[in-house]
């Protein structure tokens, strides 16, 4: 089991810039993929970013070329790097990890099994 803590979030105005973090813990060797993903009032949970170990990525329609996903293992971190911000970005994000098979990375919310609790970004228009 890996435990997943958020932190980073908050109120920006648009145009704005944010910086995201998860850190993360336990069997760490459990895991070959994290994500972030979104999740409005009334919405259902939406791919943010993912990154795989080996350094791919993939990243939601909405946010492509506007927010980017990394990695620190020294400190056992992932970022989303959030810049260009809309009010439409509004919205709980949630970190998210999961092991993929070989060849194939989940879109999908339901294919990741740890989480953390969230933190809330808001964007003023």
């Known amino acids: 089991q890996v435990q997943l803590v958020e932190s980073g979030g908050g109120l920006v105005q648009t145009g704005g810039s944010l910086r995201l973090s998860c850190a993360y813990s336990g069997n760490i060797r459990s895991i070959n993929v994290m994500g972030w993903f979104r999740q409005a009032p009334g919405s259902q949970r939406e791919l943010v970013a993912i990154?795989?170990?080996?350094?791919?990525?993939n990243y939601g329609d909405s946010v492509k070329g506007r927010f980017t996903i990394s990695k620190d293992n020294a400190k056992n971190t992932v970022y989303l790097q959030m810049s260009s911000l809309k009010p439409e970005d509004t919205a709980d994000y949630y970190c998210a990890a999961y092991l993929a098979p070989a060849g194939w990375t989940s879109r999908w919310p339901g294919d990741y099994g740890s989480w953390g609790q969230g933190t809330q970004v808001t964007v003023s228009s």
């Open positions: 990154l795989r170990d080996g350094g791919s990525t």
